[in-house]
């Protein structure tokens, strides 16, 4: 199967209190290191930003970045914008599913994604559940789920968790999660400035 993936990175931040995507850890910013550890497992790395002012730090030159069509309207658009683009690119037509992520996930590793790509199979999506509580932020979908989630777009619904309900989903529960990653660290994302400082730590910076 050929996976591309898409890293969502048009929040705002508020509970970290600056932007996310720029944080310094271990000598790169948190969108930098997120594009260079999915660089080694999938092809393209897609970054979804808001456009307008959002400044994002410097890229890898692999990287593509993009405007959300929607911004300000939550995860499931964003999710909408990357696979149209990249069911509409000629070049990226060969590609069956994206791995979604955001930008604030540091224990994230290529070796998670590669296992969690292996798992997918024939299914439309593959999304982790971890204490009952479904992880659409690391998640593979097929981009047959665009007319689905298009839909869902237009009936109001912002949250990709309904998604899985709708869609031929595998669920992963933590005791196959943990056969990839025994502490489940891979789906801890930062989001207060405590986070940030245990990351900080974890990492030796």
């Not at 456009?51 to 994002?56: A, P, T």
């Not at 109001?156 to 899985?164: D, H, I, N, Q, S």
Request: hydrophobic residues 40%; proline residues 7%.
């Amino acid at each position: 199967m050929l996976v591309g993936s898409l890293i969502l990175a048009g929040g705002r931040s508020r509970r970290m209190g600056k932007p996310k995507e720029s944080l310094l850890l271990g000598g790169n910013t948190l969108l930098g290191r997120t594009i260079e550890m999915l660089l080694e497992c999938t092809w393209p790395v897609i970054v979804v930003g808001r456009g307008g002012d959002q400044q994002l730090p410097p890229l890898p030159l692999e990287a593509t970045v993009i405007a959300d069509e929607q911004p300000g309207a939550g995860p499931l658009a964003a999710i909408a914008t990357g696979l149209r683009h990249v069911r509409n690119s000629r070049e990226l037509g060969d590609k069956d599913a994206v791995f979604v992520t955001g930008c604030d996930s540091p224990y994230l590793t290529a070796n998670v994604v590669g296992w969690m790509s292996e798992q997918m199979a024939q299914r439309q999506c593959v999304m982790p559940r971890s204490g009952g509580v479904l992880q659409p932020l690391c998640a593979l979908y097929r981009l047959d789920c665009l007319p689905v989630i298009e839909e869902l777009l237009r009936n109001g619904v912002e949250t990709p968790r309904t998604l899985a309900e709708k869609v031929d989903t595998l669920i992963l529960e933590d005791a196959a999660l943990q056969k990839c990653d025994p502490g489940l660290r891979f789906l801890k994302s930062l989001n207060t400035p405590e986070d940030y400082a245990q990351a900080q730590r974890d990492f030796g910076t």
